[in-house]
C-alpha cells in the first residue's frame, strides 16, 4: 500500500489550501483514510477521518468548521480543504489509512496501518 500526499505549502493566514492523499496497493473497500498533523516538539494530532464505505467524517476540534475531508472513490484519492488557517495550523501533514478502526479509536494513531511521507503546512505572514 502507497499513500502519497501532494498540495502542502506556504500560505498567509486567513489563507487556504488543499491537500490530496493518492492510494495506491488497495481497494479501500471498509477502510478509512485520514489526516493528522505533527508540529515540532509536540504529538501527532488528529485531524480528520473519512470512511471510504459510506463517506461518514470526524474532525479534531481544532480544525472543525474550517477544514473539510472528502474523497474521490474513482480516484481512489482523498482531500484536505483547509480555510481560514491559522499560524497555529504550522505543521507536517500526515495521510494515513487501513481498516476502518472502531470508532471510539479512530483518533489514535496507532489504529492505522499505514502512512504518507507527510506534506509541510506553514501558516505564516
Known amino acids: 500500500v502507497q499513500l502519497v500526499e501532494s498540495g502542502g505549502g506556504l500560505v498567509q493566514p486567513g489563507g487556504s489550501l488543499r491537500l490530496s492523499c493518492a492510494a495506491s496497493g488497495t481497494t479501500l473497500t471498509n477502510w478509512a483514510m485520514g489526516w493528522f498533523r505533527q508540529a515540532p516538539g509536540k504529538e501527532r494530532e488528529f485531524v480528520a477521518v473519512i470512511r471510504w464505505n459510506g463517506g461518514h467524517t470526524a474532525y479534531g476540534d481544532s480544525v472543525k468548521d474550517r477544514f473539510t475531508i472528502s474523497r474521490d472513490s474513482a480516484k481512489k484519492t482523498m482531500y484536505l480543504q483547509m480555510n481560514n488557517l491559522k499560524p497555529e495550523d504550522t505543521a507536517v501533514y500526515y495521510c494515513?489509512?487501513?481498516?476502518?478502526?472502531?470508532?471510539?479509536?479512530?483518533?489514535?494513531?496507532?489504529?492505522?496501518?499505514?502512512w504518507g511521507q507527510g506534506t509541510q503546512v506553514t501558516v505564516s505572514s
Open positions: 494515513t489509512s487501513g481498516p476502518r478502526p472502531i470508532t471510539s479509536n479512530q483518533r489514535n494513531p496507532g489504529a492505522y496501518a499505514y
